[in-house]
């Protein structure tokens, strides 16, 4: 089997990650804030340590104000439902997930404005369309950092810097970049930043969350209530954080395993693992770059782009193309719209979508050239 669904979820994921997260289960499964005990007081320290590392990794200011979730779309959604309400207008753009345009969808009929800024048809935000949208009543900007159909990543920088000569927040959805890019949310000037622990990270499904700004989360109403273990008492959310964003049991092994595999990450390098990403990247488009009945979607080279490949058979049923790619070659791939018909759409692959190829890091250069001889063959 050759994997190259890693957009997706990454497979393999770190090493010893199983273990990690068996560890808790077997050993230090104590629920965090409900007892004064010493197993209690274990995992607590556990935890801790490592919203403190993931804190750091990000650039968020203040570990108090790391959030963890289910993953990206719950962070998403705490953060747009929580912060947006009738009468007030998101900005989002072209390229994202149904993570954000649904949310969008969900407020629009309950009386928020949405408007959607343009993005060429290389998946790029056009930066003179988002300065004619804001508007006084504009409260949030959500952006994905890098598209996860085709690997375009947007200059999150100069969106933010936008935003703010607005007064507007910039949230950004790093599901394609967490574990790729070096992501530091104060150098970005971006006011949230959402990751998710299963892809570019190699940790495990349901883990995540998002950094926030103290100011920004000051805003957010909270889209869950329940027990949190702080001011029991009160029939409202705590008002200190982490805790007024974190109600109920947290998923403490996934919380764990994922520090554990963002120690991997940090021990081999971010820079080697992009670059190893990125050249397995450029041997499959120039083993690909002759064929006329293929087409690129997105960004034709290396240049502004993570290790995310998506490829339009104009000769074959793409989804006929994947099923054959397993079934005749072991390749495993991802094909249709990706959960993201917006993207699709400003990529000019809608709707008969795509067949997406990323490698992670345990990807070979044998395998891509395998893939390789696989399209041209199918093409």
Sequence with gaps: MIYLDNAAGSSPKAPGLGQAMANVIEHGAANINRAVNAATARTEIDIISVREKIAA???????????????ITMSLNLL???LLHAGDHLLISAMEHNAVWRP???LMRAGVAVDVVPCDVQGRLQLEE??????????????????????????????????HAHGVPLALDCAQTAGHLPLDMQELGVDALCFTGHKGLLGPQGSGGFAVLPELAARI?????????????SGDMPAFFPDRLEAGTMNLPGIIGLGHSISFVQSQGLDKLFRHEMALTKLLLDG?????????????????????????F???DNAAVSMDLEQEYGILTRCGLHCAPLAHRSLQTYP????????????????????????????
């Design 57 to 71: 990794f990000f650039g968020c200011p203040d570990p108090r104000y790391l959030i963890f979730t289910s993953g």
């Design 288 to 312: 690909i770059a002759d064929n006329p009945y293929v087409r690129v979607a997105g960004m034709p080279g290396l240049e502004g782009r993570v290790g995310v490949v998506s490829l339009d």
């Design 221 to 233: 109403e909270p889209l869950i209530a329940g027990g949190t273990g702080s001011t029991s008492d």
């Design 314 to 316: 104009l000769r074959q």
């Design 104 to 106: 969008a969808n969900q």
């Design 130 to 163: 988002l300065e004619k949208r804001f508007r006084p009543e504009t409260k949030l900007m959500v952006l994905c950092h890098a598209s996860n159909v085709c690997g375009t990543v947007q200059d999150a920088a100069a969106v933010a810097k936008l935003c």
């Design 80 to 82: 747009i439902k929580g």
């Design 352 to 379: 008969q979508g795509t067949v997406r190829f990323s490698p992670g890091w345990a990807t070979t250069e044998e395998d891509i050239h395998t893939a390789v001889q696989a399209i041209l063959d199918l093409a």
